[in-house]
């Protein structure tokens, strides 16, 4: 697969506490210069970054994060707030006890008000596969698939595993056709990068391939 294929399908990300202004610029920088499918940035940056980007890069960022377990009104408040601010893009995190309690309902339930919250805006749904159960992931792709999200997300990058290869496959096996699929947390080489987009992942969040490259 050629470079700026694999290019093209990254979030490059930065989602790190510490993250300043200098930071984001750069990676906003490298976003552009690369042509990544977006930055993945922290929400108190989307203003500042969409003014400073404008139409040349999308803007991603993430609410609800890294735990999930805000109330659905504040998710639905972050992603208005987050579009409001410029954001292209929305990554929001599930509520994982829910999951555990069964509460299927509900998480769909939570998943489409943040949906109509994101007024048009792309939303991605991040399950944090390391926590759940084969069973939980299975159930949790068909939640999705009937959520009206675009994409269904491996991980937050923040938990005890990001995105494994067998997650993706399950993934592609599970989920319906209009879904897709973004593996995150721990894509560290090209490699990774070339086996996740095989299995299945139209979008890959990472931090490192885009460093891979200007090492080059």
Same mark, same amino acid.
């Given at each position: ?19 300043? +202004? ?8 490298? &976003? ?31 609410? &609800? ?11 639905? @408040? ?9 954001? =292209? *893009? ?7 006890? +829910? ?28 399950? *944090? ?28 990058? @923040?938990?005890?595993? &990001? ?31 070339? =086996? ?8 890959? &969040? ?11």
């Amino acid at each position: 697969m050629e470079l700026k294929d694999i290019l093209s399908r990254c979030d490059h990300t930065l989602l790190a506490q510490t993250a300043t +202004w200098e930071e984001i610029r750069q990676i906003c920088d490298d &976003g552009i210069k690369y042509a990544t499918a977006s930055v993945c940035i922290p929400a108190g940056y989307v203003r500042q970054a969409k003014e400073y980007v404008g139409d040349n890069l999308p803007i991603c960022t993430v609410i &609800g994060f890294p735990n999930g377990y805000d109330t659905t009104a504040a998710k639905c @408040f972050m992603a208005k707030d987050a579009v409001e601010n410029g954001a =292209d *893009e929305v990554d929001m995190v599930i509520n994982l006890g +829910w999951v555990k309690d069964g509460k299927y309902d509900a998480v769909l339930e939570e998943i489409r008000a943040v949906k109509a919250a994101c007024q048009g805006r792309l939303l991605k749904v991040i399950i *944090e596969t390391c926590l759940l159960t084969q069973e939980e992931k299975v159930r949790m792709c068909e939640v999705v698939s009937q959520s009206g999200a675009e994409y269904i997300k491996t991980s937050t990058g @923040f938990s005890t595993a &990001g995105a494994t290869r067998e997650d993706v496959a399950l993934f592609a096996a599970h989920v319906a056709p209009h879904v897709k699929i973004k593996a995150a947390g721990g894509i560290s080489t090209l490699q990774d990068a070339e =086996d996740f987009i095989a299995l299945g992942a139209s979008r890959l &969040g990472t931090s490192r391939i885009v460093k891979l490259v200007k090492a080059m």
